[in-house]
Nanobody, 126 residues
Framework: QVQLVESGGGLVQAGGSLRLSCAASGRTFSGYAMGWFRQAPGKEREFVAAISGLYGLTDYADSVKGRFTVSRDNTKNTGYLQMNSLKPEDTAVYYC???????????????????WGQGTQVTVSS
C-alpha cells in the first residue's frame, strides 16, 4: 500500500515562497510520475505541476509557469514543489499524487494518478 504524506504548507504573504514536500512509502518511487494538484474553496481540483518517472520531464499549468518548480529525489522517495512569487489566487489545498504505473510523461490529468496524499493547506495573504 502506497502512502503519500505532504508537508510544507502554511500561511505566507503575497510574493513569498513555500516548498511543499511529498514523502512516499510502501513502494519504490523511482520510475513513477508525481503530480501536484490544488483545490480552492468552491472550485474544482486543478492540475498544478508534474514530473515524469522516467527522464524527469516536467509540465506546469500556465498559471504557475515561471513561479513554481517541481522536482524529485528518488533516493529519498520524495517529491517537491517549490513555489515562489506566491499570489492570493494560489490559496488552496495542495495534493500530491503518484501514478499507478511507470510513466515517461508527466501526466496532467487526475486519472493519470492512482495514489493521493491527504493535502496540505497553502494560504497566501494580500
Amino acid at each position: 500500500q502506497v502512502q503519500l504524506v505532504e508537508s510544507g504548507g502554511g500561511l505566507v504573504q503575497a510574493g513569498g515562497s513555500l516548498r511543499l514536500s511529498c514523502a512516499a512509502s510502501g513502494r519504490t518511487f523511482s520510475g513513477y510520475a508525481m503530480g501536484w494538484f490544488r483545490q480552492a474553496p468552491g472550485k474544482e481540483r486543478e492540475f498544478v505541476a508534474a514530473i515524469s518517472g522516467l527522464y524527469g520531464l516536467t509540465d506546469y499549468a500556465d498559471s504557475v509557469k515561471g513561479r513554481f518548480t517541481v522536482s524529485r529525489d528518488n533516493t529519498k522517495n520524495t517529491g517537491y514543489l517549490q513555489m515562489n512569487s506566491l499570489k492570493p489566487e494560489d490559496t488552496a489545498v495542495y495534493y500530491c499524487a503518484v501514478s499507478l504505473f511507470m510513466r515517461s510523461t508527466p501526466g496532467i490529468r487526475s486519472n493519470d494518478y492512482g495514489y493521493w496524499g491527504q493535502g496540505t493547506q497553502v494560504t497566501v495573504s494580500s
